[in-house]
T-cell receptor, first 114, second 111 residues
Framework: ETGVTQSPTHLIKTRGQQVTLRCSSQ?????VSWYQQALGQGPQFIFQ???????GRGNFPPRFSGLQFPNYSSELNVNALELDDSALYLC?????????????FGSGTQLSVL | SQQGEEDPQALSIQEGENATMNCSYK?????LQWYRQNSGRGLVHLIL?????REKHSGRLRVTLDTSKKSSSLLITASRAADTASYFC???????????FGAGTRLAVHP
């Protein structure tokens, strides 16, 4: 097990709604990243948070936003849901091991937008 | 956009055979990592190879990196049915650990 937990595991929403996905990282992992994985594709980087501040963003619109809390939990919020937002959303926490930084992924939240 | 492109997209082999997956990427990298994903679950880190390394081993895994060709390969020796999964390469090139994944190779190992 990676020690990273995500909730809920599955979620169904309708177009235009808002959704909040949650992630709990391992203690001491002060960096969390969120990825979107469409069916049959590799994960795509959404953004990363380090010490509760956004530390980099991929090619996603502002309706994708996040929060990171001091207790190593984090949230991904998506407003005005679109059909194309249907995907597996993965969070990953990381810690430096020497020069390398290794990601620990949660099992994901499968979001379906109808 | 996805930087890493895996080849083949799908691979079907018998238990005991070796499985080789290839990955190509476009820009200069700090390191290249391989991850495994079982059927729509989270990804598990397998191995990391730095840009100044050419080959790395971990158990039944062997990874090579050719920065001049911007390519990497993952070899799984003596495959088992439990190796059935999707395998992704991911490159890290920014100042923070933003990984860019390929589309993956779906490996099926038949008993």
């Amino acid at each position: 097990e990676t020690g990273v937990t995500q909730s809920p595991t599955h979620l169904i929403k309708t177009r235009g709604q808002q959704v909040t996905l949650r992630c709990s990282s391992q203690s001491g992992h002060n960096t969390v990243s969120w990825y979107q994985q469409a069916l049959g594709q590799g994960p795509q980087f959404i953004f990363q948070y380090y010490r509760e501040e956004e530390n980099g963003r991929g090619n996603f619109p502002p309706r994708f936003s996040g929060l990171q809390f001091p207790n190593y939990s984090s949230e991904l919020n998506v407003n005005a849901l679109e059909l194309d937002d249907s995907a597996l959303y993965l969070c990953a926490s990381s810690v430096k091991q020497g020069r390398d930084e290794k990601l620990f992924f949660g099992s994901g939240t499968q979001l379906s937008v109808l | 956009s996805q930087q890493g492109e895996e080849d083949p997209q799908a691979l079907s082999i018998q238990e005991g055979e070796n499985a080789t997956m290839n990955c190509s990427y476009k820009t200069s990298i700090n390191n290249l990592q391989w991850y495994r994903q079982n059927s729509g679950r989270g990804l598990v880190h397998l191995i990391l190879i730095r840009s100044n390394e050419r080959e790395k081993h971990s158990g039944r895994l062997r990874v090579t990196l050719d920065t001049s060709k911007k390519s990497s390969s993952l070899l799984i020796t003596a495959s088992r049915a439990a190796d059935t999964a999707s395998y992704f390469c991911a490159t890290e090139s920014g100042g923070y650990n933003k990984l860019i994944f390929g589309a993956g190779t779906r490996l099926a190992v038949h008993p």
